[in-house]
């Protein structure tokens, strides 16, 4: 590289050296951004109350402890509600991939009426806050029915799906879950990417769609299928807002974080009640953060052939 910088001349030179200072700065910035609260957390999470008034330590605990973990598991009832978390979000993660897979292809690979209305829609529902379907959206799973089913089979005019997982399940099965919208994008831009050729050759060899996609779309589809099981997977694993809309008799890591001040009872130091706090968001996060580990080699090539940028 510096044979070819030596080559320039220097105004190319001066203009060349400059970008490289400020994508430097900018690299270091974001980097600075994105890891300072982690590793304020992590130093936080293992200080002695001795600490934290001693303005001599800033990283590296004076008295090392791990009673700040041993509180925020207990507060947060840390076993129980890491399991239900992930229970919650693994099964929701999978039937979000297969149905938004599903329809990602259709909308990218199958020409029928109505589909740029559809998918229009789809788009409209990434906009869409949250709050403005709440109500209708509890009261569709309190007085549950599916077209008079429910009265035929049960002789009841409704099931109350509430405290249950049913809504998690039938809106995830049905593409309308958390953030699907974004994820049917992300499957269609991917599957629109894949060339016609190699589900012309299937057809030819006597496959129909549904054999064609299992068996020759979906499996060159690991970067999408890696991005979405990130995000579904993140996304379920934070949410507080449908969790206490649905379950609130079911401890989860989100709620049990909201809730953890009052279990910490009447703490008569704010600090240190802060540092507890702190302490559970690590907890919460420690499983995120193993996991992108393993996949973010993929979730930067989806990002590079679906053209996701925020």
Same mark, same amino acid.
């Given at each position: 590289?510096?044979?070819?910088?030596?080559?320039?001349?220097?105004?190319?030179?001066?203009?060349?050296?400059?970008?490289?200072?400020?994508?430097?700065?900018?690299?270091?910035?974001?980097?600075?951004?994105?890891?300072?609260?982690?590793?304020?957390?992590?130093?936080?999470?293992?200080?002695?109350?001795?600490?934290?008034? !001693?303005?001599?330590?800033?990283?590296?605990?004076?008295?090392? /402890?791990?009673?700040?973990?041993?509180?925020?598991?207990?507060?947060?009832?840390?076993?129980?509600?890491?399991?239900?978390?992930?229970?919650?979000?693994? /099964? /929701?993660?999978?039937?979000?991939?297969?149905?938004?897979?599903?329809?990602?292809?259709? @909308?990218?690979?199958?020409?029928?009426?109505?589909?740029?209305?559809?998918f229009g829609l789809v788009i409209f529902t990434i906009v869409v806050p949250p709050q403005t379907i709440m109500i209708p959206l509890y009261l569709t799973y309190r007085y549950f029915d599916?077209?008079?089913?429910?009265?035929? @089979? /049960?002789?009841?005019?409704? %099931?109350?799906?509430? !405290?249950?997982?049913?809504?998690?399940?039938?809106?995830?099965?049905?593409?309308?879950?958390?953030?699907?919208?974004?994820?049917?994008?992300? @499957?269609?831009?991917?599957?629109?990417?894949?060339?016609?050729?190699?589900?012309?050759?299937?057809?030819? =060899?006597?496959?129909?769609?549904?054999?064609?996609?299992?068996?020759?779309?979906?499996?060159?589809?690991?970067?999408?299928?890696?991005?979405?099981?990130?995000?579904?997977?993140?996304?379920?694993?934070?949410?507080?807002?449908?969790?206490?809309?649905?379950?609130?008799?079911?401890?989860?890591?989100?709620?049990?974080?909201? =809730?953890?001040?009052?279990?910490?009872? %009447?703490?008569?130091?704010?600090?240190?009640?802060?540092?507890?706090?702190?302490t559970g968001v690590l907890l919460m996060m420690a499983p995120l953060i193993i996991l992108y580990l393993f996949v973010q080699r993929y979730f930067v090539e989806s990002v590079e052939r679906?053209?996701? %940028?925020?």
């Open positions: 590289m510096s044979e070819w910088i030596g080559r320039k001349s220097p105004a190319e030179k001066a203009k060349l050296w400059t970008w490289i200072i400020v994508r430097t700065l900018l690299i270091l910035g974001f980097c600075y951004i994105i890891l300072f609260p982690l590793f304020l957390r992590l130093s936080v999470a293992f200080r002695s109350k001795v600490d934290i008034y !001693d303005p001599t330590v800033l990283w590296i605990p004076r008295h090392f /402890t791990f009673d700040n973990l041993k509180i925020a598991i207990t507060a947060t009832k840390y076993g129980s509600a890491l399991l239900n978390t992930f229970l919650i979000s693994s /099964t /929701t993660t999978i039937i979000q991939l297969v149905a938004c897979a599903l329809a990602g292809y259709a @909308f990218a690979k199958l020409k029928f009426k109505g589909s740029g209305l559809l599916l077209f008079g089913a429910i009265k035929l @089979f /049960t002789g009841k005019s409704s %099931v109350n799906l509430i !405290d249950t997982f049913w809504p998690f399940l039938i809106s995830s099965g049905t593409a309308m879950g958390l953030k699907n919208g974004l994820y049917i994008y992300i @499957f269609r831009q991917f599957f629109r990417g894949v060339p016609k050729e190699l589900e012309e050759a299937s057809f030819v =060899d006597g496959a129909g769609i549904f054999k064609t996609f299992y068996r020759i779309v979906l499996p060159n589809a690991v970067p999408a299928i890696v991005t979405v099981l990130l995000f579904s997977f993140v996304w379920q694993w934070n949410d507080s807002y449908y969790v206490s809309l649905f379950l609130s008799k079911v401890k989860v890591l989100s709620t049990q974080l909201t =809730d953890m001040g009052s279990a910490l009872g %009447v703490e008569p130091d704010p600090v240190y009640q802060s540092m507890l706090l702190n679906t053209g996701l %940028v925020g």
